[in-house]
């Protein structure tokens, strides 16, 4: 699959770049993504919830009534589940909700996300280019040639960048990411991504390694 490279004034280059069919023109797997971006979401959980139970609760541990003759149901705790101020029960602890999968399983499902931006038509090759300081501004310029404005779009660089990084975190529903941290969640919440040219020059190293 061939894509048009634009200039960063969305203007057409004259350029042509070949996504690697091994990664972008492979059948999509859609429970490889599902169990990625599970794994995803679950390691990113805190786990940190808690809420008291009868036993950690500060109270009397006299008993609150007499046992029969009150007409009512016994109780022997003010700090019951059943009266205001009690305990929980089975209330929430913490926990670790992180679990593993397996490397290829994770670069399939990298692989299947691309695969089905390909296939949607949702991807723009950019020319690769530099900041020499932070600037939204000329960050917005840039989403609004390529007619990007409005739309959640990932920018995908070959590497790290902070002049590019900072002007883009001020953009609404525009994140930006190295090609050697992309994921399966950012690439699936993402409508339209956007590659420089030379993240598509690494795609098949880091894919195929």
């Known amino acids: 699959m061939e894509l048009n490279v634009v200039t960063i004034e969305g203007k ?18 859609d429970h490889a993504i599902y169990l990625d971006v599970k794994q995803f979401l679950a390691n990113n959980r805190q786990g940190t919830h808690k809420s008291k139970e009868r036993a950690e609760i500060t109270g009397s541990t006299r008993k609150i009534k007499k046992q029969k003759g009150t007409g009512t149901a016994r109780a022997g705790s003010i700090k019951s589940p059943i009266f205001v101020g009690g305990g929980r029960v089975f209330g929430p602890r913490p926990r670790n909700y992180r679990f593993k999968l397996n490397k290829k399983l994770k670069q399939l499902a990298r692989k299947s996300a691309l695969a089905y931006k390909a296939q949607t038509q949702m991807i723009t090759v950019m020319e690769d280019f530099n900041m020499e300081a932070p600037k939204t501004k000329e960050v917005v ?39 050697a941290d992309l994921n399966t969640y950012d690439i699936m919440k993402a409508k339209n991504l956007v590659l420089t040219e030379g993240s598509v020059e690494e795609f098949g190293k880091l894919f195929n390694a």
């Open 12 to 29: 057409d280059t004259g350029r042509k770049v070949a996504l690697p069919e091994s990664v972008f023109g492979i059948e999509p797997s």
């Open 141 to 179: 310029a840039i989403y609004k040639n390529l007619e990007l404005t409005g739309q959640r779009s990932l920018l995908v660089l070959k590497e790290a960048n902070a002049n590019i990084y900072r002007s883009v975190r001020n953009v609404q529903r525009a994140e930006v990411v190295t090609i």
